[in-house]
C-alpha cells in the first residue's frame, strides 16, 4: 500500500471540470529558529471549521475567509465543528484536528513556554488562493505578531 | 494549510505543519511538516488516544526544533490500526473518499 494519492482522487470525483490548479512550488521559506521548543510561545491554527457555541458557525460550503479566535482555557465541550465532509462534522474528539488539550499539558510540563492564546480556526476548503494569501494570511500574520509567538503549528482538516 | 505555513514563515515566524496528504504537501512545500499517514481529520492522532496524540505533537516539536532543510518532510511511522500493517484503509479511502 502507498499514502491515499489525493491528486488523484479528487481528478476522479470531479472527471468533467478542468483539473484542480495544485500549487506548485519548488522552493520553501525559512527562518531559522533561534530558540528550543521549551522557550517558544506557541500558537495553534487549524482548519477544521472549530467555533464556540458562542460564535457564529462558519460557511461549511466554500470559500469562507474568516477566522475564529479560541480561548486557549476554553471548555473543549463547548466548541463545535462546521465543515463540509460529513465525518468531520461528527469528529468526537477535537483533538485530533484541534490538540488543545494536548498543548495544555505541554505547557504544564513545561516543554514548551506557553501555547499562546488565542488558538486560529478556519474552514478548509478555500478555493481562492489569490484571497486566501492576500486577505487571510496578513491578518493572521499580524494577530500572530501581536502576540509575540515564537513559532506556529498548524493542524489540517 | 502549507499555503499559510509558507506565509507565516516569509513573515518571519518559523512554522511546523502536520500533513495529511504527502502528494499535496509535495508540491506545496510548507517549511516543515510531518507526515501522519492517518485519515482526513487524525493528523493530530486517533480520537481518545492522549498519549499517540502526544507523540505526534512531540514529534512534531522536535523537528521544528531540528530541521535545518527548507522544505523537510518527514514521515511519521505510526500505523493507523496496528492491526493492519498493511494500511487497508488507504484503498478504501481511494474508492470511497471521506470527504463526500
Request: negative net charge.
Amino acid at each position: 500500500m502507498a499514502p491515499v494519492a489525493y491528486i488523484e482522487q479528487v481528478r476522479r470525483m470531479f472527471p468533467n471540470d478542468p483539473p484542480y490548479q495544485w500549487t506548485v512550488n519548488t522552493k520553501s521559506p525559512w527562518v531559522p529558529m533561534t530558540k528550543s521548543v521549551r522557550d517558544c510561545r506557541i500558537a495553534l491554527i487549524s482548519s477544521g471549521g472549530i467555533y464556540h457555541r458562542t460564535q457564529a458557525p462558519f460557511d461549511s460550503v466554500k470559500n469562507d475567509l474568516t477566522f475564529r479566535e479560541i480561548p486557549k482555557e476554553v471548555d473543549m465541550a463547548e466548541l463545535q465543528v462546521s465543515h463540509y465532509s460529513p465525518k468531520a462534522k461528527k469528529v468526537q474528539d477535537l483533538n485530533t484536528i484541534f490538540p488543545l488539550q494536548r498543548l495544555r499539558e505541554l505547557e504544564a510540563k513545561e516543554v514548551i513556554a506557553a501555547l499562546a492564546s488565542p488558538a486560529f480556526t478556519f474552514m478548509g476548503r478555500i478555493f481562492t488562493r489569490t484571497r486566501l494569501q492576500k486577505e487571510m494570511a496578513p491578518h493572521l500574520i499580524d494577530r500572530l505578531r501581536t502576540m509575540n509567538v515564537d513559532a506556529a503549528l498548524l493542524v489540517p482538516v | 494549510m502549507g499555503l499559510f505555513a509558507r506565509a507565516i514563515e516569509e513573515a518571519g515566524i518559523p512554522t511546523i505543519t502536520l500533513s495529511s496528504a504527502l502528494d499535496i504537501t509535495s508540491l506545496v512545500k510548507p517549511p516543515r511538516a510531518v507526515f501522519v499517514n492517518f485519515p482526513l481529520g487524525h493528523q493530530a492522532g486517533r480520537p481518545f488516544d492522549p498519549e499517540g496524540q502526544t507523540r505526534i505533537i512531540l514529534d512534531a516539536l522536535h523537528l521544528l526544533e531540528t530541521a535545518t532543510t527548507p522544505g523537510t518532510i518527514v514521515q511519521l511511522q505510526y500505523k493507523w490500526d496496528e492491526n493492519d500493517p498493511l494500511d487497508s484503509w488507504e484503498d478504501e479511502e481511494m474508492l470511497h473518499p471521506s470527504v463526500v
